[in-house]
């Protein structure tokens, strides 16, 4: 155990990336016989077999599947020890790997790619689509920099920085009944059939859902893409509700179709996930830039509409 080093969890965390010694060795930099041999030393000073090499691609064990884990957290904080000594200026490069909810992405990331090419050139900004559970457990895997989400999300091991409250809204077909009003109530809404893409694309009559006059994030799209409910609206009528920052990118022609939704009013709050023991405060304030550059201020949260953040 004494004698593990950094460079065999980097090894072993490659054979996982690859699924293969021969891609791995090349990654790393050596031979396939070398790194064979490296990864066998670490499971002999554990004890443990990491990987079943009987298999194709090469998988993890039960327990090679928790010590890579842990061996992305371990150097995760080795990196982190670095960063502290590191200049501010050094500190806006590099990569940033952003997990972000499908029903923010084209709200967000469009804006952010051109705020970070404009301001943050040396920032390799990389961003991937992903439901809630998934960006938490890449948070904890340290996989991923940072996560955009709707939340609260409520996990101790995050820190869950809200970045802006957004209502949501009504989309109708022209043919639906509910279409010549000018607001939609909820009670409206009962009896009327919803598009939404919860456990697959489908109908749902709200009344089937407990009339407790919530309309939440969970119940419409997780995993599901806000642009997709608009089209099956337009072609096959009904009804839909989306986040308002979607209403901008509706062709103009159609945002007559969008109504408010009042008594009660839905809304969701989208944001930010670090771990706890993240210390990137350039980073993290160089991200809540690029949201207040695209998201209307009467939307943002008052602490990020304010100042920068402090962790």
Not at 240 to 251: A, S, V
Request: glycine fraction near 6%; proline fraction near 5%; hydrophobic fraction near 40%.
């Amino acid at each position: 155990m004494n004698d593990m080093t950094l460079q065999q969890l980097k090894y072993i965390i490659a054979i996982d990336d690859y699924r293969h010694f021969g891609k791995a060795a090349e990654y790393c930099g050596l031979t396939q016989s070398t790194l064979s041999l490296m990864v066998k030393k670490l499971e002999e000073e554990l004890d443990a077999k990491i990987f079943d090499r009987e298999t194709y691609p090469v998988s993890p064990t039960e327990i090679g599947r928790k010590i890579i884990d842990q061996a992305k957290v371990v150097l995760y904080h080795v990196n982190q020890i670095s960063e502290i000594t590191q200049s501010e200026k050094e500190l806006l490069s590099g990569p940033l790997r952003i997990a972000v909810i499908s029903t923010v992405s084209p709200v967000l990331l469009p804006g952010m790619f051109k705020y970070f090419g404009n301001n943050y050139p040396s920032i390799s900004f990389q961003t991937e689509e992903m439901i809630t559970d998934t960006i938490k457990d890449k948070l904890r895997k340290a996989e991923v920099d940072m996560g955009i989400v709707a939340g609260p999300v409520q996990d101790t091991d995050l820190l869950e920085i809200p970045l802006y409250h957004e209502r949501f809204l009504a989309y109708l077909s022209e043919e639906s009944p509910l279409y010549s009003k000018k607001t939609i109530s909820m009670e409206d809404l009962y009896g009327q059939f919803i598009w939404i893409i919860k456990d697959g694309l489908r109908k749902q009559d709200l009344s089937e859902m407990e009339k407790d006059g919530k309309v939440t994030y969970e119940r419409f799209f997780e995993g599901g893409r806000v642009g997709m409910l608009i089209q099956i609206v337009n072609e096959n009528g009904g009804i839909t509700i989306i986040p308002e920052t979607h209403k901008e990118l509706i062709i103009t022609s159609l945002q007559k179709r969008l109504r408010p939704i009042i008594n009660p009013e839905p809304s969701r709050t989208v944001s930010l996930l670090v771990r706890s023991d993240y210390i990137h405060e350039s980073m993290l304030n160089a991200v809540v830039k690029a949201i207040k550059s695209i998201i209307p201020s009467a939307l943002l949260d008052s602490v990020i509409r304010r100042k920068h953040l402090t962790i």
